[in-house]
T-cell receptor, first 114, second 115 residues
């Protein structure tokens, strides 16, 4: 079974600074997908960024980027120039290729302080 | 752009009652997923459907059933409700034919409270 671990229950960062959220996962699969989802107080689940395991290049979406280390099974999220609107719960998620069972980590609650 | 629609947004039921949650995927999306998120917990995958057929099954209790209809909307039926079923229920959809077929778009959720 696949497990996703987020070791930081809570983090805070000053506005405009950079923060990195950690995520590790355990799998015997070689082809899979990794995601970071954001859940603000509205509880809406919003996809932040995704990474295909077969791609060596780290995914980037504007201020969000990942550090994907396949051998170490690590998938951290870096948020640059943090904004107040980034305050949310962030979930790391894993999904095997051709399988719809997406597994989430326990989440990291990020607070951006003015 | 059209998003995933879930109804109702809020639902209050008594123990042992039944509930039906509805999900309308993004147009042209062929896959629907259901998740349950308890208070302070991460979402747990329940079940998914592709082209009206069940494709994967997660931690869905036997008291729950779901189906996807010909218009691709899906319903999650929950019977003999228990207090522990109180949670936020998300529906998500995706398109297997698209380049980002594994990208799931989530609805706003249905908050079920069982008293």
């Amino acid at each position: 079974a696949q497990t996703v671990t987020q070791s930081q229950p809570e983090m805070s960062v000053q506005e405009a600074e950079t923060v990195t959220l950690s995520c590790t996962y355990d799998t015997s699969e070689s082809n899979y997908y990794l995601f970071w989802y954001k859940q603000p107080p509205s509880r809406q689940m919003i996809l932040v960024i995704r990474q295909e395991a077969y791609k060596q290049q780290n995914a980037t979406e504007n201020r969000f980027s990942v550090n994907f280390q396949k051998a170490a099974k690590s998938f951290s999220l870096k948020i640059s120039d943090s904004q107040l609107g980034d305050t949310a719960m962030y979930f790391c998620a894993f999904m095997k290729q051709w399988n719809n069972d997406m597994r989430f980590g326990a989440g990291t609650r990020l607070t951006v302080k003015p | 752009a059209a998003g995933v629609i879930q109804s109702p947004r809020h639902l209050i039921k008594e123990k042992r009652e039944t509930a039906t949650l509805k999900c309308y995927p993004i147009p042209r999306h062929d896959t629907v997923y259901w998740y349950q998120q308890g208070p302070g917990q991460d979402p747990q995958f329940l079940i998914s459907f592709y082209e009206k057929m069940q494709s994967d099954k997660g931690s869905i209790p036997d008291r729950f059933s779901a189906q996807q209809f010909s218009d691709y909307h899906s319903e999650l039926n929950m019977s003999s409700l228990e207090l522990g079923d109180s949670a936020l229920y998300f529906c998500a959809s995706s398109s297997r034919g698209s380049r980002s077929y594994n990208e799931q778009f989530f609805g706003p959720g249905t908050r079920l409270t069982v008293l």
